[in-house]
């Protein structure tokens, strides 16, 4: 599962992080992890 920085958008290899949370390209210490799109469907009655 890769990580993506929420200040430029890019995604991060999580093996890239080591011991500091940080982006590698700007430098923004917020990382958010990139998951596929779930759609649940909800039978109605």
């Known amino acids: 599962m890769a990580y ?3 200040e430029c958008g890019k995604e991060i ?3 890239s992080i080591r011991r ?3 982006c590698p390209y700007c ?3 917020i ?3 990139s998951r596929p799109p779930v759609l649940k469907k909800v039978k109605a009655r």
């Open 31 to 33: 990382l958010v992890k």
């Open 13 to 15: 290899d999580p093996k």
């Open 20 to 22: 500091r949370i940080i």
């Open 4 to 6: 993506k920085c929420f």
């Open 27 to 29: 430098g923004s210490r």
